[in-house]
């Protein structure tokens, strides 16, 4: 079955400093990828997605995220935290649900983002 | 700003009882699917519904049950309300383009 591991639980870092929040993917195919950021109580917001073409993928509020397929991984950056950044990110792989493709998503469990002053 | 409305906000309810949430979807959006996002971890997949109909289903029992609209709104039902219940509820529409915008959520809180 089609996963996604966040191994990161909690990271902290200071405001201007750069940023990588790791995905580990497992999958049978080549996966369309995601990335959402949560704000305490809010819904989920899309920041980008990979689903083929070049592995490096450019989003929303500057972040990007390397599609890597030798380490099955799709890694978050930013070259430069704001305190905006501060909330939960969740990276997301899709899969199929009663026959209709990508229409299930399946969460990692989640980073919190700390962003000190 | 996703397009995708979610009512009510917040809600508190005790155990045993039936509960509705609602969604409003993009136009467009012929997809909804509804997560269940218990505190401190990552969205689990309830259910989709594409052209009213279920055509996709998680490890949910039977009490949770859906309706989609011709208008892109969506209900989620649940029936017999358990502790366990208690969580965010999300739910999403998806574009052609196969991306999935979120709700705001509904709070729901079973005493």
């Known amino acids: 079955a089609q996963s996604v591991t966040q191994p990161d639980i909690h990271i902290t870092v200071s405001e201007g400093a750069s940023l990588e929040l790791r995905c580990n993917y497992s999958?049978?195919?080549?996966?369309?990828l995601f990335w959402y950021v949560q704000s305490p109580g809010q819904g989920l917001q899309l920041l980008l997605k990979?689903?083929?073409?070049?592995?490096l993928v450019q989003g929303i509020k500057g972040f990007e995220a390397e599609f890597k397929r030798s380490q099955s991984s799709f890694n978050l950056r930013k070259p430069s935290v704001h305190w905006s950044d501060a909330a939960e990110y969740f990276c997301?792989?899709?899969?199929?649900?009663?026959?209709?493709?990508?229409?299930?998503?399946?969460f990692g469990q989640g980073t919190i983002l700390t962003v000190h002053p | 700003e996703t397009g995708v409305t979610q009512s009510p906000t917040h809600l508190i309810k005790t155990r045993g009882q039936q509960v509705t949430l609602r969604c409003s979807s993009q136009?467009?959006?012929?997809?909804v699917s509804w997560y269940q996002q218990a505190l401190g971890q990552g969205p689990q997949f309830i259910f989709q519904?594409?052209?009213?109909?279920?055509?996709g289903r998680g490890n949910f029992p039977p009490r949770f049950s859906g309706l989609q609209f011709p208008n892109y709104s969506s209900e989620l039902n649940v029936n017999a309300l358990e502790l366990d219940d208690s969580a965010l509820y999300l739910c999403?529409?998806?574009?052609?383009?196969?991306?999935?915008?979120f709700g705001p959520g509904t709070r729901l809180t079973v005493l």
């Open positions: 999403a529409s998806r574009s052609p383009l196969d991306e999935q915008f």
């Open positions: 999958y049978g195919a080549t996966p369309y």
């Open positions: 990979y689903f083929s073409g070049d592995t």
């Open positions: 997301a792989v899709p899969g199929n649900a009663g026959g209709t493709s990508y229409g299930k998503l399946t």
């Open positions: 136009s467009g959006h012929n997809t």
């Open positions: 519904y594409y052209r009213e109909e279920e055509n």
